[in-house]
């Protein structure tokens, strides 16, 4: 079965660095386009990044370009999203999910930023 698990998450001061892991299996990951959410409390799951089949090409939100980047290695079925410079507004639990045939979604990883 699909399984997609996040993990790396932790409490940061602001302008702090993190750096998260989806770990993948279940299905050929190297066939997926893949993205990054979040949810902070009270609001709606946001689109934060995307990455296409191989890697060649990223998408990003306003409010992270320039401080977030998305990988993958599609030879250890992982995706990775590097955060730099963490502000407190990025506060929320982080998934990651295919940007086609969605699976059920995880337990998400847990990113607090704050002084």
């Known amino acids: 079965q699909v399984q997609l698990v996040e993990s790396g998450g932790g409490l940061v001061q602001p302008g702090g660095t993190l750096r998260l892991s989806c770990a993948a299996s279940?299905?050929?990951?190297?066939?997926?386009?893949m993205a990054w959410y979040r949810q902070a409390p009270g609001k709606e799951r946001e689109l934060v990044a995307s990455?296409?089949?191989?890697?060649?090409?990223?998408t990003y939100a306003d409010s992270v370009k320039g401080r977030f980047t998305i990988s993958r290695d599609n030879a250890k079925n992982t995706m990775i999203l590097q955060m730099n410079n963490l502000k407190p507004e990025d506060t929320a639990v982080y998934y990651c999910?295919?940007?086609?045939?969605?699976?059920?979604w995880g337990q998400g990883t847990q990113v607090t930023v704050s002084s």
């Open positions: 999910q295919r940007k086609w045939g969605v699976t059920s």
């Open positions: 279940g299905f050929t990951f190297s066939n997926y386009p």
């Open positions: 990455i296409t089949s191989q890697g060649s090409s990223t």
